[in-house]
């Protein structure tokens, strides 16, 4: 349904995830799609996010501070609540862990206080009941991802990752990086850890192959989107290429970043 080459040359695309089966075959835990309304008032999906998809937290609180200041607006209102999205994130991540019998140990990933979503991090951590962590508090021995804690080291079962799939492990991907653990994709291919979400799941909210979900859909569910999308033009194709030539000043142009030469 997607060209391989478009798949291969997308800058989601990790090689090092050949092979690699994620615990329960989830790649995807959570995602964040981007809605916007057409002239005609219906909803239309802008884009999907499937990397290290943000923004939930900004969600529940403007919503807390809302009912604060407006509580008129929510009085005769049947508004839904959106203060259960942490647990049930939480839940998500629970739910994908690999199957050792016991409660498993979740864990923040983040950059670090320097980043601009910090805050994200530190808040789901904090509402999901979980530890908000940074590279150098793990490590990892006998391929399993393992928590520094002051009565020693606490395997790690799910991590949600923060950071991008090249900082995650220097190893193998980019070397240099202090933001991942030495061996992670190690401990991911042996199946003692679930990354969520999955690296390389970036391939599915690539510029280009947004264009090809609805086909996927098709292909894959035998059903018809819920939602349409943003009319997409792809300049490979003849036609497409012809139309957006002759519309540039209506248009609104969308570069793609390539891994690899072409």
């Excluded at 060209?3 to 990790?14: D, M």
């Excluded at 050949?18 to 809605?35: N, S």
């Excluded at 403007?62 to 994130?89: K, S, T, W, Y």
Aim: net charge negative; aromatic share 8%; charged share 25%.
């Amino acid at each position: 349904m997607i060209p391989n080459w478009l798949v291969a040359s997308c800058g989601g695309y990790t090689r090092e995830m050949v092979g690699i089966e994620p615990p329960g075959g989830r790649w995807v835990h959570f995602a964040g799609i981007d809605l916007i309304r057409d002239d005609a008032g219906a909803w239309r999906v802008l884009e999907d996010n499937l990397r290290t998809p943000s923004g939930l937290s900004y969600v529940v609180q403007n919503r807390a501070f809302m009912r604060r200041v407006f509580p008129e607006a929510f009085a005769h209102q049947h508004v839904a609540q959106v203060d259960q999205g942490p647990l049930m994130l939480r839940e998500a991540l629970a739910a994908c862990a690999p199957d050792t019998g016991a409660e498993p140990c979740i864990v923040v990933l983040s950059p670090g206080p320097l980043n601009s979503a910090h805050y994200e991090h530190a808040f789901l951590a904090q509402q999901m009941g979980v530890q908000l962590v940074e590279g150098r508090d793990l490590v990892v021995r006998d391929r399993r991802v393992l928590l520094k804690t002051t009565s020693g080291y606490e395997p790690v079962d799910v991590i949600s990752r923060r950071i991008d799939d090249w900082y995650l492990d220097p190893v193998c991907l980019r070397s240099g990086s202090l933001l991942g653990v030495s061996g992670m994709m190690a401990a991911l291919r042996a199946g003692h850890v679930a990354i969520c979400n999955a690296p390389g799941a970036g391939v599915a909210d690539d510029k280009a192959i947004y264009a090809y979900v609805p086909d996927v859909i098709r292909y894959f569910l035998a059903e018809e989107p819920l939602l349409d999308q943003v009319q997409t033009y792809l300049l490979e194709r003849k036609d497409d290429r012809e139309y957006v030539l002759a519309h540039l000043d209506e248009l609104v142009s969308q570069g793609r970043r390539w891994s690899g030469r072409i």
